[in-house]
Structures are given as C-alpha cells and as structure tokens.
C-alpha cells in the first residue's frame, strides 16, 4: 500500500528508526502506527520506543542567557544514570535544547499539555479566519484541522524544528539521542525569561539573533 509522509515521519519521530524501516513497517501493518511500532520493536529497530517506558530521573538543569542579557532560558533535561548525564554529549544536547528554546520560543514542551479549553478557544479563532477568507462552511471544519496542526507546530517544543537542523523536530533530534546514547532522555520542563516581557517597547527579532551566534 501507498504510505503517507506523514505517518512514515510520526512514526520515526515516536521510534528514532530510520525513514526507510519506517516506511517497510508503515507498508507491512497498511499504516497502522501502532502495530509499526510493534514491527519495529520485534526487528529490533524501535530504539527511542523500546526505552520510552524506563524511568529516567538523573540528568542537568542547562541554562542559555542570549547575548546581552536579553533572554535567559533554563530547562531540566532528564536521562537514567548520572553517569550519562556528565557526558559532554548530554550537556552539550541539553545546551543545544535550551539555545533552540531561547530562539524558537514555544509555549509546550508536548502538545499533551495544551488544555482542552485553549484548544477550542484557538479553533474557534481558525474557524472565523477562515470563514472571513470566505471558505465553504463545509470545507472549514478540515481547515481548522490542519491549521491546528500548525499551531502544535509553531508552539509545542517537540514538534518545532531544530534551529540548527531544520529537517529535524525536536522529538526525532531526542530520538536520536536515545539511539546514541542507549538511555531514555525526556524534555521535562523550561521556562523562559524575556527582558520588558510584557512591556510595551520596540519589536526585536530574537531567532535571528540567537541564529547568527549558533553559525559563528
């Protein structure tokens, strides 16, 4: 059966398997993500799904202050063992998140945290622009649908793409960690502080300043 590219990249992003497996378990379940994910597992392939369920409880709190002072982000990165967790591999992966977080600014760390209300409050938003589009009624509903996708995207940190890679979420780059190193990594929680945050003053572009110091 034909495969969609969107659940060869979901699945791949739940299992840090490479995109061709994806594809071959995608085509030999008729694109069931969860029995992919069971094919994977007994191949032996499904590396971040098979570690996905071990507890992890060590790991680093990193913090990234921008240049100037201007924004500051700290998050809490966990793995399973301290040992990993004192790797230069870890802090420099948990530098990197916290970088991306500063640039990107996303509101979630998974789109499992975004309430139900602001949900609704966000389709209802989607759905007057597009009807203010002059969409059919009829074809609207699809719309907000995938535009809401957009919207997981543009603000859930494991569905952002990485700064440094942008062919990459978030979740497929902690994937491949887990791969790598050979120990479950969970994005637990940030916050992130931005000088006269909520003040009225000047527009400044942070991303691409942030950008330009992650090229030098």
Do not use: W
């Not at 699809?142 to 940190?157: A, H, Q």
């Not at 691409?208 to 030098?216: I, R």
């Amino acid at each position: 059966m034909a495969v969609n590219a969107s659940a060869v990249k979901e699945l791949r992003e739940k299992t840090g398997a490479g995109m061709l497996d994806c594809k071959k378990a995608l085509e030999e379940t008729s694109g069931n993500i969860e029995k992919a994910i069971e094919f994977l597992r007994e191949k032996g392939l499904a590396a971040a799904a098979n570690k996905a369920g071990r507890i992890a409880t060590e790991g680093v709190v990193e913090s990234y202050i921008h240049a100037g002072g201007r924004i500051g982000v700290i998050v809490e990165i966990n793995c399973e063992t301290d040992f990993v967790a004192k790797t230069d591999q870890f802090k420099d992966f948990a530098r990197d998140i916290a970088m991306h977080i500063a640039a990107s600014n996303p509101r979630f760390v998974r789109r499992e945290e975004v309430s139900p209300e602001e949900v609704e409050k966000e389709k209802e938003i989607l759905k007057a622009q597009a009807l203010n589009e002059g969409k059919p009624e009829k074809i609207v509903e699809k719309m907000v649908e995938g535009r809401i996708s957009k919207f997981y995207e543009e603000f859930c940190l494991m569905e952002q793409a990485f700064i440094k890679d942008p062919d990459k979420t978030i979740a497929t780059l902690v994937n491949e960690k887990i791969s790598t190193i050979g120990e479950n990594i969970s994005i637990r929680r940030f916050v992130r502080y931005e000088l006269g945050e909520g003040l009225e003053k000047k527009e400044d572009n942070f991303y691409e300043e942030v950008m330009s110091q992650v090229k030098q």
